[in-house]
């Protein structure tokens, strides 16, 4: 017998304050799994840098982010993706902490935030988009 998908599936304009509504939809998929109000808490926080991240940086012609949660029995991932200009995640690290070292960086801790408070965070990004994808276990 095949499992029932139990996926959401958003897609939001890049406009100040859309992501807001990323998090009322990650907040009723949390209730729904019965994830503790710490958990969803924190998946709210790391969907608002990811949503940010995607308005700030992607550049995308369709100015649109899709947020697309996969409800599952140990976890929830999520994937939030552009359909922007992609990045190299290694370079912009090193960027990032060079600017740190020098003491001239006062943003960017986006993606740090965003492993902090997630299990699994994997960054996959070209020349067609980037999508940023995030796990929280149970």
Do not use: Y
């Not at 995640?89 to 902490?97: F, H, N, Y």
């Amino acid at each position: 017998m095949n499992q029932m998908r139990r996926d959401v599936e958003l897609v939001i304009p890049m406009i100040p304050e859309m992501e807001l509504t990323a998090t009322k939809t990650a907040e009723a998929v949390g209730q729904f799994m019965k994830l503790d109000n710490d958990s969803i808490d924190e998946i709210k926080l790391a969907i608002i840098e990811a949503c940010i991240n995607a308005i700030e940086h992607s550049d995308s012609e369709d100015r649109r982010v899709s947020v697309g949660f996969e409800i599952g029995d140990e976890a929830l991932t999520i994937h939030i993706s552009d359909h922007g200009q992609g990045f190299d995640l290694s370079e912009a690290r090193d960027q990032l902490q060079q600017r740190r070292d020098a003491g001239t960086q006062t943003r960017g801790w986006g993606l740090q935030i965003m492993e902090g408070l997630m299990d699994e965070v994997r960054v996959d990004s070209g020349d067609r988009g980037t999508v940023i994808t995030m796990v929280k276990r149970r």
